[in-house]
């Protein structure tokens, strides 16, 4: 049923200025927890339900990987039932195609390791260049043989016979996490792995609820090898870093009111709901609930009185908030104080060099921005007039560039838009409805 999306760059699109922001909204499922459920879905026994499965093209490739490994996936109304291949991965007929997914790559390549076979990883341009020697040395350690081409993928992993490992993570990745951990369920013994940085833990979550049992023990995380997996029906919350465009739009405006529901409310991604309140938003949780472990709620979104602030943002506090990085730095010369982030030297690894792009697209509408190897300085109190954007077919660059768009003065031109969908199709619909023109 899935197949693997590209980002490509045929479409351009036109964001005017808006005078408000309001209104609600539910947002697609989460990319991060859509991807693992595809993958321990399709690796389980029986059948699983999946609804609210991410829309994005992303999670599409992880279901489309794992379907290429035996199991089937049938699109029931709103939900995704896969079937999974009972923990045996049948040898692909092709390459494993993982599109502009780090994710699929990184976090399937851990899964895929303790299976006797041979399993080639290919991906578009961009996922050509990210780097996948951080997964090689510890799926070689566990005994997996791991061929890239100059550290990158095209990646063959070769797989069968792994030995459990104890890791410490030399950079903050909760996809390195996540491959060690799915190596460490086909591996003999226990294998663990210890984080400095607590970085998502959805894959703990998804684990926990097939009916693996694993431990946190302070900052090391514990998983025996040789459990099986028992199909699970999951509603996928909302996502956090989607609805952080949205969030924050609603900083750019004296009156705006937004009302999210099923967000996934998860701390380990809910450093942003702090970080849109340092900034000045004024948020409500209307409601939380929980499902495998996994935290959602309804909340409402307000700009306070002393308005929108800027701030600073380093240390563990850059890893956490990483993907939202761009959005945040995006409307920073709006900000009173503007914004400063160092110690994220990650963003010029992702679906492209974030540091460079915001720069260049800052710019590219009048504004002083500094750059530096780590993070940049986006000085407050500077007005944007509409430019050309240059996504990079980066989704998250075209969309956080169209926010910065809705308070310039003049049109915005957002080149590549249409990468958006690799995280969320349905951006430029929402944004319609939600700004006020
Ligand atoms: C993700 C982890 C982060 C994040 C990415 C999704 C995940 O990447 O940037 O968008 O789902 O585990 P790293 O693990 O490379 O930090």
């Known amino acids: 049923m899935a197949s693997a999306t590209h980002a490509s760059a045929s479409k351009t699109q036109i964001v005017r200025p808006a005078r408000g922001f309001r209104g609600s909204l539910t947002l ?47 699109l029931e109304g709103a939900t995704i039932a896969v079937t999974g291949n009972g923990g ?4 692909p007929k092709g390459d494993l195609d993982c599109g502009n997914s780090g994710s699929t790559m990184r976090m399937l390549a851990g899964l895929v390791a303790s299976q006797k076979g041979t399993y080639r990883f290919v991906g578009d341009e961009s996922l050509t260049v990210r780097p996948m020697e951080r997964i090689r040395k510890p799926l070689e350690a566990m005994g997996a043989k791991v061929d890239l081409t100059e ?9 069968g016979g792994l ?18 951990l799915f190596a460490g369920l086909g591996a003999s013994g226990t294998t663990s792995f210890a984080e400095s940085v607590r970085t998502r833990d959805h894959s703990e979550h998804a684990l926990r609820a097939f009916g693996v049992e694993l431990e946190r023990r302070g900052e090391r995380v514990y998983i025996e090898g040789g459990q099986k997996l028992k199909a699970v029906d999951m509603t996928v919350p909302g ?3 989607s609805a952080a465009f949205f969030l924050c739009a609603a900083l750019l405006y004296e009156d705006s009111n937004l009302v999210l529901d099923l967000l996934g409310m998860n701390p380990t991604r809910a450093t942003l709901l702090d970080a849109i309140s340092a900034m000045g938003g004024s948020i409500k949780v209307l409601d939380v609930q929980e499902h495998h472990g996994e935290m959602s709620g309804t909340i409402q979104v307000q700009r306070g009185f002393g308005g929108f602030k800027g701030m600073d943002i380093s240390g563990t506090l850059s890893a956490q908030l990483i993907d939202e990085l761009p959005v945040i730095a995006a409307i920073g010369p709006y900000s009173q104080n503007g914004i400063r982030i160092r110690d994220a030297k990650e963003l010029r690894v992702k679906e492209s060099d974030r540091i460079a792009l915001v720069m260049k697209n800052l710019r590219a509408m ?27 077919l980066d989704h998250r660059i075209a969309m956080a560039f169209s926010i910065a768009a809705l308070r310039a003065e003049g049109e915005t031109e957002i080149q590549g838009a249409d990468a958006a969908s690799i995280s969320f199709p349905e951006f430029f619909d929402r944004l319609d409805e939600l700004a006020i023109r």
């Open 239 to 241: 996502d956090m870093s």
């Open 163 to 180: 030995k459990a490992i104890d890791f410490e993570a030399p950079i903050a990745s909760a996809q390195v996490k996540t491959a060690v």
């Open 366 to 392: 009048g504004a002083e921005v500094i750059e530096h190897e780590d993070g940049m300085d986006v000085p407050g109190g500077q007005r944007l007039h509409g430019g050309v954007i240059d996504s990079g």
């Open 151 to 159: 550290g990158h993928a095209p990646m063959v992993v070769h797989g």
């Open 28 to 74: 697609p499922g989460d990319k991060s927890i859509s991807h693992r459920y595809a993958m321990l879905a399709g690796f389980a026994s029986g059948t699983s339900r999946l609804t609210n499965f991410s829309t994005g093209a992303d999670p599409h490739s992880s279901l489309a990987c794992m379907e290429a490994l035996g199991a089937k996936s049938v």
């Open 88 to 91: 045996a991965m049948q040898q």
